[in-house]
């Protein structure tokens, strides 16, 4: 059966900033490069579409604010034309994480009516592809590496990820029955495996092992570093919900929250999904950074002061913890269990425990190493301190 999919996609890049800088600083250094660029609010009045329904979903689902801190920004004028590129809508944003320093470049964007095969192509190649940004022609991911090199960060990103948000998936009303009847399609999608249908379908139903729901028009899938939502916003199943909300807030509020009926949008802000994406892959930097950090500390970092050492490796620490401390902050138990299920797929958790025990292992390592400097220095100020009371002696004399 030929599939006929509508789909929304994003290509993330992931740097780290690897100097203090505040969100009025960076929004100082976008300007210069881009000057035109929209600056995303959750309170401001915005004409941009994207903008305002991003703002619509924070507010149903973080109650007027994330958890994390962030600046985003829209690149205007650096936009790729979408018709041009054979898109439907096309969205080019920059967002700054200033708690964790880290810096995501995302590339936006909906195709309608497209073959499996092509999505899945995609899947494969989409941030290698050449568009125009701008006056370059180039992939997203050299438009991104030459941005970050004017930005002053480094050139190679430390993260990526990869997210497909479905639509429409043929003729199928439910993620349940899909996963029944093509759990290797799936597979294909999520991993970018052209050649899913020889795979044998209990492989594929273990890579999507790692999913979450709250309703049944909807579910996510996370593996490697990529992730699947399947929003099946045009099933018969989504279409009753509507209906359900509508006389729900009707009745209790005066009329339903315009949240569910935000339809599709390149961001993939429906239900959520982008946030939390963008908070295990903020996650996922940082013990990148932290795993860096280690192996090059008897190398690159050899000649650095014992105390930036220390202050360094507690700061890791202290945005790693964070990080894990924003799921529990989160108001909605829902949103914070898909974080948590996203984090599982990833294998996080158990990283970030080993991260955290090698943190301290190294501050104790160089807090010994300082010790015995310390102790070092003292002895040494104590024979010199000896040997001027006798010169001192032999003066007298």
């Excluded at 309703?215 to 996510?220: A, L, S, T, Y």
């Amino acid at each position: 059966m030929t599939q006929i999919l509508n789909a929304n996609l994003t290509h993330s890049l992931f740097y780290s900033v690897p100097f203090a800088l505040s969100e009025a600083q960076f929004e100082g250094c976008v300007r210069k490069i881009c000057p035109d660029a929209l600056v995303y609010h959750r309170d401001a009045k915005l004409e941009e579409s994207h903008f305002t329904q991003m703002q619509t979903v924070e507010r149903f689902l973080r109650g007027g604010s994330q958890t994390y801190s962030v600046r985003r920004f829209f690149l205007r004028s650096l936009c790729p034309d979408a018709k041009a590129c054979g898109f439907s809508d096309v969205f080019l944003m920059l967002s700054y994480f200033e708690e964790t320093s880290v810096v995501a470049f995302s590339f936006h964007y909906s195709v309608e009516e497209i073959l499996l095969d092509q999505l899945i192509g995609l899947r494969q190649s989409g941030q290698a592809r050449v568009y125009r940004f701008g006056e370059k022609e180039e992939s997203f991911s050299d438009f991104a590496a030459d941005f970050a090199v004017q930005l002053g960060l480094p050139r190679t990103f430390t993260e990526q990820s990869f997210l497909c948000e479905v639509t429409r998936f043929g003729e199928f009303t439910s993620p349940e029955e899909i996963e029944e009847k093509a759990p290797d399609v799936l597979y294909g999608l999520l991993s970018g495996d052209e050649g899913y249908s020889f795979v044998p379908k209990e492989l594929c139903r273990e890579r999507l092992t790692y999913s979450w729901s709250s309703r049944d028009f909807i579910r996510i899938y996370g593996v490697g570093k990529a992730f699947l939502f399947l929003n099946l916003i045009a099933s018969p199943s989504h279409e009753k919900y509507l209906e359900r909300q509508r006389v729900f807030g009707g009745e209790i509020y005066g009329a339903a929250d315009e949240y569910f009926f935000l339809g599709s949008n390149p961001l993939s802000v429906n239900h959520g999904i982008l946030f939390s994406v963008e908070f295990v892959m903020m996650l996922k930097t940082l013990v990148s950074d932290v795993l860096s950090f280690q192996s090059a500390f008897g190398k690159r970092k050899k000649h650095m002061s014992y105390y930036r050492r220390i202050r360094e490796t507690r700061e890791f620490r202290r945005k790693i913890i964070l990080v894990l401390e924003k799921v529990e902050q989160t108001a909605i138990t829902e949103i914070g269990e898909l974080s948590s299920v996203l984090m599982e797929s990833q294998h996080i958790a158990p990283i970030v425990d080993q991260v955290k025990y090698l943190l301290e292992l190294l501050e104790g390592d160089l807090s010994l190493i300082y010790s015995e400097r310390s102790n070092l220095l003292v002895t040494i100020l104590t024979v010199l301190g000896l040997l001027l009371a006798a010169w001192q002696v032999l003066l007298a004399l």
